[in-house]
């Protein structure tokens, strides 16, 4: 049985989190875009780090089973995108967060109230 959206997002919250990643905010696209569900999107201070989470976010995706359909910038590690279909993970140096500014592209979208 495949996981749902939304337990694909929890555990890729929780491997953020596991590796420190800053600013983690969490966009629900349910109905907004037929790109993804959610957007979880954080930032990493160093190269080292960005590439850190990117390659968390990778072995829980293995862990639970889920394809990653892309895996985008991990060799540049400034604005890293893990495609896992329903789930898209932007994980960003901190120099670029800012400049793309990515949850205002998508305001139309609800933040999700991580616990």
């Keep these: 049985m495949n996981p749902s959206p939304d337990h694909i997002m929890n555990e890729v919250v929780k491997a953020v989190e ?22 979880v999107i954080c930032h990493g201070n160093s190269d080292t780090q960005v590439q850190a989470i990117a ?20 060799d540049t590690a400034r604005w890293v995108l893990v495609d896992l279909g ?8 901190r120099d670029e967060r800012e400049y793309y500014n990515i949850e205002r592209l998508w305001s139309d979208a609800k933040v999700v109230e991580l616990v």
């Design 55 to 74: 390659q968390e976010v990778r072995k829980k995706a293995e862990e639970l089973g889920v394809p990653m359909r892309g895996l985008e910038g991990f």
């Design 18 to 39: 596991d590796k420190k990643a800053h600013n983690l905010v969490v966009l629900n696209l349910k109905g907004i875009s037929l790109v993804a569900d959610y957007f």
């Design 86 to 93: 329903d789930v898209v993970v932007h994980v960003f140096h």
